[in-house]
């Protein structure tokens, strides 16, 4: 399926995966059209279940926008945190990453779209410029935009037609002069991902990963 993934369209990949992942940035891939992509799209499937499990793997790597090796560089990380379940702790570093912040904070109408403003340098954290879209954020970082972040289109489209009306609670953002700032003042939580997904079958899928 990975292979499969790989040049489709943002709908067709929510339809295929069967849930809405915001991070794509497109709404309304199930409304209309409920099932999978292509002439068989209709016909129930019954998977197996390794297919399953990578259909649930598939949702984290294509809300966050991740390649697969980048997936399991988080994972291997992650098994080392022995503090929590090591998927919680992939989870959260995954929420903490700046491309997702500034998506996080409707700042960006997608994960792909904050990462092209953290790339052109339209993204401040703690009054710095960065361009690094998988910088992990901590506890206290203030984060705003450059003057010309606050007028590109997609700062505008997201303040426009928000993808997620609600900021997660580790997110505290305020109007700032003609924009605005915002300041991450907790860790996130397993429960901010913004689309559904058994956190049992990623571990399933990635049980040999050490």
Known sequence: MAKVLMGKSRFKIQRRLGVELPGLGKAGALERKPYGPGVHGM?????????????????????????????????????????????????????????NVIFRLNWAPSIPAARQMIVHGHVLVNGKKVTVPNLILSVNDELTLTVKGFKTGNYLQAKARPRISTIPACLVAEAAGE????????????????????????????????
Request: proline share 4%.
């Open 43 to 99: 016909k129930r499937k019954k998977l197996s279940d390794y297919t399953i499990r990578l259909i649930e793997k598939q949702k984290v790597l294509c809300h966050y926008g991740l390649r697969e090796k980048q997936l399991v560089n988080y994972v291997k990380k992650a098994k080392k945190d022995k503090s929590r379940a090591w998927v919680d702790t992939l989870i959260l570093s995954l929420e903490k990453r700046l491309d």
């Open 179 to 210: 924009g605005e700032k915002a300041k991450v003042v907790a860790d996130p939580l397993p429960e901010d991902v913004p689309f559904p997904f058994e956190k049992r079958l990623v571990t399933e899928y990635y049980w040999k990963i050490k």
